[in-house]
């Protein structure tokens, strides 16, 4: 199995479990082992598919003013830690290709795998909600149709990104593309770099 076959199957299952209660704040059990790289895996997805149904949420438009001010504070530190959890893949993979001397010629690719994982992380749950449209016994046809030809893009797209993740991994373990970290510097959330949180000090 692919390499990122195998990270999409993961999310996949985190996907399905998390639709299991389908509740923002039900707990979980990871099935893969603390420390590994699938847990972190499952971790990430399960983030994801959290905070997919926070961004529905808060677009109620009869939500109480408040409630949705603390809704949007958890989806900022939602956001904070789906990015620490890619940094984390990016430590995987800079680990893992370490011994790896780019050729001459190497270039480097416009993402990191990890940041491309995150696309395919969402990606799982776009499939699996556009297959929920489609499976609607109360909708029309139309809605039917169109949510279909949707969902059929979108299981290209899987299959176009698995296979340009599964290639960017070969490339670089061959050394024709080098990866180069960038960490995220956000800036909202830190006090020493968001105007408005040091300058209210």
């Known amino acids: 199995m692919s390499q990122a076959q195998h990270c999409f199957d993961i999310f996949e299952r985190a996907t399905a479990d998390y639709h299991v209660s389908d509740h923002v704040d039900a707990t979980h ?17 399960w983030i994801d598919a959290v905070q997919w149904h ?26 904070q830690d789906r990015t620490d959890m890619v940094e ?8 893992r290709y370490s011994d790896v001397t780019p050729l001459p010629g190497a270039t480097i690719n416009t993402e990191s795998p990890a940041w491309a994982l995150d696309r395919l992380s ?9 297959q929920q449209e489609v499976s609607r016994t109360d909708a ?8 279909q030809a949707k969902l ?7 299959q176009d990104l698995i296979t340009a993740i599964d290639t960017l991994l070969d490339d670089i373990a ?11 510097m956000k800036m909202y959330n830190d006090p020493d770099t968001n105007p408005v949180l040091y300058g209210s000090k």
Do not use: W
Not at 29 to 45: R, S, W
Not at 174 to 184: E, I, S, T
């Open 29 to 45: 059990t990871n099935p893969y082992e603390t420390g590994t790289f699938e847990h972190t895996l499952y971790e990430k997805n």
């Open 54 to 79: 926070l961004e529905d949420i808060i677009r109620d438009p009869a939500i109480d003013p408040v409630g949705a001010l603390a809704l949007k504070r958890r989806i900022d530190r939602s956001n």
């Open 88 to 95: 984390e893949f990016d430590t995987y993979y800079r680990n």
């Open 122 to 130: 969402i990606l799982a749950l776009k499939i699996y909600h556009m």
């Open 140 to 147: 029309t046809p139309a809605h039917i149709a169109r949510c």
């Open 152 to 158: 059929d893009i979108l299981l290209e797209q899987r």
């Open 174 to 184: 061959a050394g024709r593309k080098y990866m180069k970290v960038y960490r995220q």
